[in-house]
């Protein structure tokens, strides 16, 4: 539980807690969850609501909505962080919550964080959600199949929420310079465009977007007829040039073909320029590292099989620490993969397969390659024939393992580019190998 100090009204409260949504009409986004005959708005207007967890990125309305809520539901609402309370916190609260039951109250304790308490943590609000001492809504930005224990995931519905898309965020700074909770009645100018462009910078977070919108409020020109924010305030609040770069748009797909074709053509600076482009103009840092996956087997396959390690732990730094310390993650992969000898050959080996199981009749699985576990199958022949290599000296059988009307298709055809010029002879001398040993 928070504590007011005796200066804390001193203090003002930034813009985003003082426009934060009292309401379900003020609430914006979350419409797959909120819109009218929606299944949370109907529990919530029924007064129907039990334990659950709220799973979403940062800023999109979690805590908001369980104050809103405890609010509509009447309910007593004991916000608790799990990054600063500990056991002892929490068996306070389920006692003052257990009070309050006795009393016909009920209470609505929001954890936020969820993620950061341990098992034995998690564990001590168990009793108290089984028995109704309270209504537990849990707040988390990891999956909660991972990082909520069972029994206590179990007894939580868990909501999905969503990104707030721009024209979400473009609707809140709006209204956050005419709400008199925000600067509502005060003379500031700020474009429309600007507000657009603040919007797209923010990557679906509110709470970004409102507090970049204060700063650049209170650092605005001032002049006879009042404040002006201009995009230099807004630049230099957010520490980076507002960028063109339309993330759903088609500069979105320009410049991530310009990163992917740098790559290809093994020039390691475009490559780092167009990652740049697309990270200062607000790219989800793990959209371009699923990229970059695609990448190392599509451009370089077996011609270095370590690109792949090198971009799928990429990925994972990015999920870890985010922007903008991953900045530095990306640009090793981009520069690896630059670098990297190229081949295309996996690609194209799915490619032609692809194409044969498209357009060809689909031919049953040959008996000798079919699995036998039981008694009919085995008396209907599945596995008869079947050559295991590894009782064979060299490992190797001449077994087919292609469709009849398929024997002697290729479709994988190695360079000799890095490491796949040893996987290309080490094919040839198994085909080799297969011709002189063909019955």
Known sequence: MEQESLFSKAVPEPLAARIRPRTLAEIVGQQHLLGQGKVLRRLIEQDCVSSMIFWGPPGVGKTTLAGVIAQMTKAKFINFSAVTSGIKEIRE?????ESNRLYGEQTIVFVDEIHRFNKAQQDAFLPFVEKGSIILIGATTENP?????????SRCKVFVLKSLSEEDIATLLRRAMADERGFGGQQIKIADSLLA???AFANGDARKALSILEMAVLNAE??????????ENVE????RKLLLYDKGGEEHYNIISALHKAMRNSNPDAAVYWLARMLEGGEDPLYVARRIIRFASEDIGLADPRALEIAVAVYQACHFIGMPECTVHLTEAVVYMSLAPKSNALYVA???ARKDAQERMAEPVPLHLRNAPTKLMKELEYGKGYQYAHDAEEKLTNMACLPESLQGRSYYHPTNEGLEGRFAQRLRDIKNWKREHDK
């Open 145 to 153: 199949s991972f990082e909520v224990n069972g029994a206590l995931l």
């Open 93 to 97: 609260v389920m006692k003052k919550a």
């Open 236 to 239: 230099q609040c957010t520490s």
């Open 222 to 231: 001032a002049s006879a007829d009042g404040l002006t924010v201009t995009e």
């Open 350 to 352: 799915y490619g032609m």
């Open 197 to 199: 462009k603040l919007a």
